[in-house]
């Protein structure tokens, strides 16, 4: 069974840091793109980073130069460290793996599964 | 950005009821449409990917529909499980992947 779980999150004051992890079994982190979402509470899903397995990030602009994602792959774990928090980084973090099908013409990919989700909750 | 707007934004219905979600993106992406159900304090889950092709174990009531900008997601015959918020997600933007904003599904 695929299983991603996370860990890390807690009360952490503005300006603060914290490193998020997600532990994989069932499938090898290192082969596959891996990514981070965060929901803020009561509202919609936002897509954060994504490390692919040959080793290139992307981040969304809201985060850029604060966050940074990683893997160890001896460990078979994802991270998220955190830097310079605000209070809109409030959210639960998901880990999720992306997931695709392709054809002749394209690729199709989705995210599954999914992380049961840490809190991460930014305030003085 | 692609931008995804879902509609509505809450709906009420009752068990055996025919429900369908809309999903409309600023722009044309393909089939490059997912859906996913979540339910208080868990993690989303996948329903549907590439627009109409549903997901390993997810029952067959559940269908999608759509190409270009406006997608549908409908399910035949509600069931008590069913009530929950459903999210779609555009997958052609490489890597930012947008949602729309939800569609609340409540019992009536």
């Known amino acids: 069974e695929v299983q991603l779980v996370e860990s890390g999150g807690g009360l952490i004051q503005p300006g603060g840091s914290l490193r998020l992890s997600c532990a994989a079994s069932?499938?090898?982190?290192?082969?596959?793109?891996m990514n981070w979402v965060r929901q803020a509470p009561g509202k919609g899903l936002e897509w954060v980073s994504v490390l692919y397995s040959g080793g290139t990030t992307y981040y969304a602009d809201s985060v850029k130069g604060r966050f940074t994602i990683s893997r160890d792959n001896s460990k078979n774990t994802l991270y998220l460290q955190m830097d310079s928090l605000r209070a809109e980084d409030t959210a639960v973090y998901y880990c999720?793996?992306?997931?695709?099908?392709?054809?002749?013409?394209?690729?199709?990919?989705?995210?599954?599964?999914w992380g049961q989700g840490t809190l991460v909750t930014v305030s003085s | 950005d692609i931008q995804m707007t879902q509609s509505p934004s809450s709906l009420s219905a009752s068990v055996g009821d025919r429900v369908t979600f809309t999903c409309r993106a600023s722009?044309?992406?393909?089939?490059?449409l997912n859906w996913y159900q979540q339910k208080p304090g868990k993690a989303p889950k996948l329903l549907i990917y590439a627009a109409s092709n549903l997901q390993s174990g997810v029952p067959s009531r559940f269908s999608g529909s759509g190409s270009g900008t406006d997608f549908t997601l409908t399910i035949s015959s509600l069931q008590p499980e069913d009530f929950a918020t459903y999210f779609c997600q555009q997958s052609y933007s490489t890597p930012l992947y947008t949602f729309g904003q939800g569609t609340k599904l409540d019992i009536k």
């Open positions: 999720t793996r992306m997931s695709s099908l392709c054809n002749s013409t394209r690729c199709h990919t989705w995210y599954d599964p």
């Open positions: 722009q044309s992406i393909s089939s490059d």
């Open positions: 069932g499938l090898i982190a290192s082969d596959n793109y």
